[in-house]
């Protein structure tokens, strides 16, 4: 197929890029690299310099059969902060896209939406039925465009899939995170082995968990991505699907310290510091709609995650 990866220069396009050339697929990515790196762009992957909102006349009869969309805004912290910027460019700049996709009769688009459009539910594991009540603008702009996906599909026939994510790590091979700032709790934990800093922090010990600390959902970046080619294979036209992507098990913070520490055989020293307002007890994927309709299945589990992260940090470091 000949597809549009947005935001492919960033973590997760970037290595679904990298997947999608390895499956044959001839790929165009899209980036204005507000966020991500030129450098991330897989060799063999043509690349447009531009905004979303400024994609029409790259869509245009090039023959693009497919968009997957993953531009877009993402530091929570920051769309409290600066909400503006958040409907701007996750919701003002997906219509101009989407809007440029109907100009070009591209019929199919694949969404990085995200976990964050459940905000706090009471339920786990979260399934597709558990309501949405995002805690802040990232996670309601997400929410509005899986709106404005399912309008599309309905009055104009658009095949969409908004895959909603949990936490991702890991990398494939050159293909990792490069994120400034840095909030996700796997790098952080092994920037301290890798001597960039000298502590993590624990937020909270007291939860109702088997060692006192949050639960999370952590899924590799490389089973997130296969998630994303069957994705394209089980579109259909005029329907909206909403699919949960997670392993269906939690691990807990201290959990994810100690796998960090077993693969680094660093101490990985950790402050202990009180809850964060807002932070659930638990937040793990239902994963049973992927199984049923995508018939997909995590394979790696969270020591590869933490392994690959590592690698892909040393390979980072060795080359500064």
Known sequence: M?????????YIGSVVTSQLLDAGHDVTVLDDLSTGHREAVPEGADFIHARIHDSRPHLLGRGFEAVLHFAAKSLVSESVAAPQLYWENNVAGTFALVEAMRSASIPTVIFSSTAATYGEPADSPITEQTPTNPVNAYGASKLAVDHMLGSYCRAHGLAATSLRYFNV????????????????????????????????????????TTDGTALRDYLHVTDLGR???LALEASTAGVHRIINLGTGEGYTVRQVLDACRTVTG???????EPRRPGDPTSLVASNVLAREVLGWAPELALEQTVADAWDFMQRVDAAR
Do not use: M
């Open 266 to 272: 660093h101490a990985i020293p950790a402050d202990e």
């Open 169 to 208: 790590g890991g990398a494939r091979g050159r293909f990792g995170e490069l994120h400034s700032p840095e909030t996700h709790l796997i790098p952080n934990l092994l920037s301290v082995a890798a001597g960039r800093s000298d502590a993590c922090r624990i937020f909270g010990t007291d939860y109702a």
């Open 2 to 10: 000949k597809l549009l990866v947005t935001g492919g220069a960033g």
């Open 227 to 229: 998630a994303h080619l």
